[in-house]
């Protein structure tokens, strides 16, 4: 059996997440993929926009839209902290995909005024929270 270890997701405005139970904690950077585990060796890494999965002490799995921030792991604590994070079950996949649409709508007209940085950043929450949507089950 995996050895637990203490993890937390904190955003500006509440304490997300904490459990004592976590085995397994995968999430993206800014320069790829990355996972710890219990005893790894102390890390801070910058975030991307892109999933976060846990493992629990009783085999289920937890998935959280992670919209940049930091994770850091020492000494058996990994805290993440998130500009934006939301647990997969509480994704509302018709905002999502509504999400997408205008973004995407925005990117294809292209105007003189428009913020391509910033649409290009919408699109990419957006569609990173239909992948944990759909991963889940949720349509």
């Known amino acids: 059996m995996a050895t637990p270890f203490t993890f937390e997701i904190v955003t500006p405005d509440k304490m997300l997440f904490v459990s004592d139970e976590v085995t397994y904690v995968g999430f993206r950077t800014l320069v790829g993929g990355m996972g710890v585990k219990a005893n790894h060796l102390p890390v801070i890494a910058t975030l991307d926009v892109a999933p976060l999965k846990i493992q629990l002490a009783d085999g289920s799995e937890e998935v959280f839209a992670v919209c940049g921030g930091f994770l850091e792991m020492q000494n058996n604590k ?41 649409a290009k950043i919408a699109l990419k929450k957006a569609s990173m929270r239909l992948r944990v949507s759909e991963a889940l089950g949720k349509k």
């Open 78 to 118: 990994c805290t993440v902290l998130a500009t934006i994070a939301e647990p997969g079950e509480d994704i509302d996949a018709a905002r999502a995909t509504a999400a997408k649409e205008r973004a995407t709508a925005r990117l294809a007209a292209r105007t003189e005024d428009l913020d391509v940085e910033r």
